[in-house]
């Protein structure tokens, strides 16, 4: 140390390996540490989840519209979505908007491509945007043969010096709609891993909803903020947002969030359904590592004799240090009451939650800090009892399929993986 203060350095060698070490302690601090800042959150809302009082009122304070009609279809796993997915793409009339973090260049993605290429060729307006590491493995090959058959693609965030800062925040979205009235939002995107039915540990478990009515419309809007991002090009008017009357059905929200929202609506969404459920609380998610204020929201719910459960990967996670991170915070879970169930099938990858009878949460958001700060993620809140039904019933399902984790075997498990689920959370902001 010595020798490097009489090294004779120059006063602005000294200023630049000053400002160098402040730069770096600040890049680790944004990447690593948390918000010091971040209170606990004190309740403002007692209302039961899915009812009028609590719909409205958690619509305005997120600052968005209460849809109400139309309908919501739940589609579980590939063998349901996809060809749903198709069939509305194969009979677009006008345009068709295509939002996914992943878009794989296999069986599944040709699928896609040859469904794009034809209603492109017919005259249809079809824009594609995909976030570009996500989607890294559809190649330049796929992306210029799509241009060429007339599809709008876009990357999001491409790697480069203009993006540099903000690489590392992705679009995370599920947004696609067909003609301004038919919908699809949820926990998967385009890849072999979610065709299938969950029949061996290669077809991942996941859910998607088809939306028809006056949601559409939170969908587009999902879709049309990254893609004027993207290319400057705004999307409005009745072909994307054809005038809707409210009818009956569902009365829903749709959640759009991005990095630069402080207000993270995602996480007030998510609390305040959490923090309200009466009777059930069914939280499945594939990356769940809740912050210490969901964490209370549900241990809070447990200890008042409300059923709690939580539906994560097995062993057959495509994360392990996430699953690390989680599985750091099962002893606190679990000794307030929580029950949780790690399914052993396959890879668990939806995203839901069901509160009381009719109301559920249903998008791309995982329960994790990289969703709520950094990711732009779309989810909607329904409140109809037939989706809280379908998405109960096939929970139940999935949970006879899952081995629960008792709190008597969870004290026992060995020091070494206690240091490893420790190192996991101190990385949890990278997940």
Known sequence: MNGLLNAGFPWWAWALMLIGLIALVSVLGALFLPDWNERAYSEGQAAKPGSEAFVTTAAAYLNN???RGGTIELLQNGARFYPAMLEAIRGARDTVNFEVYIFDGDEVGREFIDAFMERAKAGVEVRVLLDAFGSWRLK????????RAGVKIERFRTLG???????????????????????????????????GDVRNTHEWRDNMVRITGPLVGGIQSAFAENWVYCTGEILTGERFFPPTQPGPGPSSISVVSSPSDAQQPIRMLFYLTMANARRRLWICNSYFIPDPRLRQAVVDRARNGVDVRILVPGNHTDAV??????????QELLEAGVRIFEFQPAMMHAKTIVA???????GSANMDERSMELNEENIVGV?????????????EGDFKR???????????RPAWQRWLEAVAKVMIEQY
């Open 161 to 195: 010096l203009s993006n540099l800062v903000r690489v590392y925040r992705r679009t995370h979205r599920r947004a696609i709609v067909v003609d301004g009235r038919v919908a699809f939002t949820g926990g998967a995107a385009i890849s072999r891993k979610w065709a």
């Open 402 to 412: 899952s081995k629960e984790i008792s709190l008597e075997q969870w004290r026992k």
């Open 356 to 362: 009381d009878e009719i109301w559920s949460v249903v």
């Open 65 to 67: 519209p209460v849809y």
């Open 321 to 330: 240090p996430v699953q690390l991170a989680g599985r750091s915070y099962y």
């Open 140 to 147: 330049r090959k796929s992306r210029d043969e799509l241009r």
């Open 383 to 395: 409140a109809h009892e037939s989706l809280a039904r379908a998405i109960g019933e096939g929970m």
